[in-house]
Structure formats: structure tokens, C-alpha cells
């Protein structure tokens, strides 16, 4: 009984042994991804379980922090795991005050191909897509704060590289007038008194890409009331710049409260589809994402 029973363990023991573990997944750095004028880092996270083509999600970091920080402080990584996708984390190299924030104040990073932040973001898309088989049709950009801000940029300048967007705490697009006007609170643009017409804003992005007709990526915008650094007043600009851009009334289509404190005003073309979002958190100050939100972010985007 005994034989027989330690027969039985050995074989047990070398089917364990035989059988291979899965590997996890974890954060690695890219050191050539391409053109790269804005001279940032690259982190990828590529989860272990995903479709052959996968979306391309570029999460992106408030002034002062970095790749590697956004992926731990942030639920991009583990919803990654769940549903599949890329992420790609760029770590901001422009001091500015609060540290390293990502460029949305200099005329190149204004422009489409212009150099600068901009072009080296596009460059790590580009190097998932070959690398990883990213689906082109699936690219997204969300951050935080400075983030939230060049989500913004890029949706304006590549709107035929990505799909949508969800921009945290951000500005619209060519808010800040150059490198002075940078960092909040004290520039024109945070200081509280921006207020451009819906028109002014739209032709802002309009301008980035004469001639362009194709799709737009629609947008989702987040934002705290309390919030004192990026004052809540410029969430309204940059409902009236997307909204423009698409076309739409200033007015709702619907409101709703999908949780508690969440207040949130949707934007619907004719046909009901959701171009817009608007997120208000009540009495959240500088500090979204919270729980919860990048999921509904992720819902937003159509990456289930």
C-alpha cells in the first residue's frame, strides 16, 4: 500500500513539474519605438491573455509622476488582465514647474507632426500596433491631469489614430498659450477666467488637420467640483470644444447619475450614440481617477 501510494505521488509530482506555469505579465520598458522628438520614456503592459488583435489603450501620468507610477497607482493594468487589451504608459520628460508634465503649451506640440510630445506618443502606437498586432481601429488615450490634458492633444491632432478618448482633470485642446503660460494655477488658462466661445474652441482643433473629414474619436471628460489646481470651469470649455467639433448642442441629450456623486451629462448624436461625456464628481478635488472610473472609461471606449 504504502509502494502504491508513493508510485502514485511521484507520478502526481512529475505531471506537476511537466506541466508548464503561466507567465505574468508585467510592466517592460521600450527603448526604440521610433521617432521619439519629445525624448520620452515607454512602458508597455501586455497582459498574458488577449485577442490577436488587440486595443491599444495609452494611459498617461499628472505632472510630476511617471510611466511606471500610473500603472501602479491606477486600475488600467489589472482591467487589462480582464479584458485584454495594451497599455502603454509614457513617462513625460518636460520639467515644467510641478515636475515632469507632458507638452501641450509649445507650437510644435500644437501642430500635427510638429515634433515634441505629440510625435513620440504616436511613435509607441505605432510600435504596438507592428509589435503586438494592435488593432488600429481599437486606439484610446485617458490621463490624469497633465494626462487628462494631452489626452485632449492628441484626440485633436490624430483623430485619424485614435477612436476616443476619457481626459481626467484635463484642459481642451490649445488652452495654454506657450511654455509661460505653464504650469497651473498661475496661467491664463487655469487661473479660472478662460471662457472661449464654443465656436472659438472648435475652430481650434478644426485647424489642426484642414480638410479632414473623416471620423472624429469621441470623448469623455471627468472632472471634480472641488477641484482647485485645474479649476471645474474648464470642464464646460471643453464640453463646448467636442461638442462643437461634433456638431451638437450645447444642451444634454440626457442626464444621469450612474453612482453615487457621479452626475453625468451625455451629448447623443441623432441617432442616440453618446459623442460626449461629461462626468462631474461632487466635491472631488485633484484626484481622479478614483475607483471605479477607468472601468467606466474603458465602457465608454467599447473595450468589454
Known sequence: MIRTALVAFTSTLLIALATPVASAASLVEVTNFGANPGGMRMHVYVPDSRPPNPAIVVAMHGCGGSGPGFYSSSEFASLANQRGFVVIYPSAQQQAGFGKCFDTWSAAAKQRGGGSDPVSIVSMVNHV???????????????????????????????????????????????????????????????????????????????????????????????????????????????????????????????????????RRRYADPAGTALVEAYSIQGAGHSLPSAGMAAQALNFFGVV
Request: with cysteine; glycine share 10%.
Open 129 to 263: 500596433k507592428q509589435t503586438y498586432g494592435g488593432d488600429p481601429n481599437r486606439v484610446f488615450a485617458t490621463g490624469s491631469s497633465s494626462g487628462g490634458m494631452m489626452t485632449n492633444h492628441m484626440l485633436a491632432l490624430y483623430p485619424d489614430v485614435f477612436k476616443a478618448g476619457a481626459a481626467f482633470m484635463g484642459v481642451p485642446f490649445n488652452c495654454f498659450a506657450n511654455a509661460a503660460d505653464f504650469p497651473p494655477p498661475g496661467s491664463k488658462c487655469t487661473n479660472g477666467t478662460m471662457n472661449r466661445t464654443p465656436q472659438q474652441w472648435g475652430d481650434a482643433v478644426r485647424q489642426t488637420f484642414p480638410g479632414y473629414t473623416g471620423p472624429r474619436p469621441k470623448m469623455q471628460l471627468w472632472h471634480g467640483t472641488a477641484d482647485t489646481l485645474v479649476p471645474y470651469s474648464l470642464l464646460q470649455e471643453e464640453i463646448e470644444q467636442w461638442t462643437n467639433v461634433f456638431g451638437l448642442s450645447q444642451t444634454p441629450t440626457s442626464t444621469d447619475t450612474p453612482q453615487p456623486n457621479w452626475n
